[in-house]
């Protein structure tokens, strides 16, 4: 009711709305124009138990001129999943906040990712360690089993590669209708017999946290865990930040390491001294 009191008549085109001296729409107005019957819609505001659809939801929403967070609202008081957040920016725009706060991460891997896992921006750590580069496919899915230096350096690669399959098609069952989902998934097919295997196992695993395991060429020996995270301002772009994690020893005589000597050594990758060397070791 409140939000169809704020709709003027004019604003909803309709014919004497320049005429009415009340202020908002009527129920039966609001009926009309978004295309259901008038009794219903009356039930729908006094909140009765009546059969809605998200159809119906979303003419009801434009009508009353609902944002967002306003149209996902009235999913939830209709007993409705609500819909996927959307973002107000094209999916080439990139917060000026968010490239901070990556890079801020450092000396930590840090990158952005939109729904497809195409790669927004990632920060120099990302890049020194994870073996961003300008010349890779911009996906991480596709990078994560065609790329053969990430594959040279994940020691965990076959315990993850299960997770971050099931993870995809999570990303996926979001947006059923998304044409841009099939055509990496296609394309990756055509690439990789191991992602064919682990997609036709059809296992669903929401995005979360994640422990890697790398081997560096200069460094050796780094754990992370990785850690998605969703901005409410940028819905459609996930943060995927790592944070370093302890190293245990193996029992024969190797011994384990601690998050500050993971630090160390990423600090040491970002020196003038690490990088000279990272020059050479990207194929490591």
Known sequence: MSRRARVSPADAGLPDGGRRRTPGLRREE??????????WYQWLEQGRDITVSPQVLDAVARV???NDPERR????????NPPVPASEYGTDHLCEGL??????WMPFPAHIMDRYWNIIAYNDGAALVLGFRPELPQNCLITFFTDP???????????NAPWVVAQYRASLSDHPDDEGFSEIVGELSELSPEFTELWERRDVQVGGQMYKELHHPLVGALRFESTQLRVPARPDLTIVMHHPMPIEG???????????????KLEWLLSPEGRRGGMYSVAG
Do not use: F, K, N, P
Request: aromatic share 6%.
């Open 149 to 159: 230096v990430y594959r040279a350096r994940a020691q965990s690669w076959e315990e």
């Open 250 to 264: 193996t029992g024969t005589g190797t011994g384990g390491q601690t998050v500050e000597e993971t630090t160390a």
């Open 99 to 104: 490239q901070r706060l990556i890079d801020a």
């Open 30 to 39: 609001v009926a009309v124009l978004a295309g259901v019957g008038a009794s």
């Open 73 to 80: 609202h009235l999913y939830v008081l209709a007993g409705l």
């Open 64 to 66: 009353l001129r609902l």
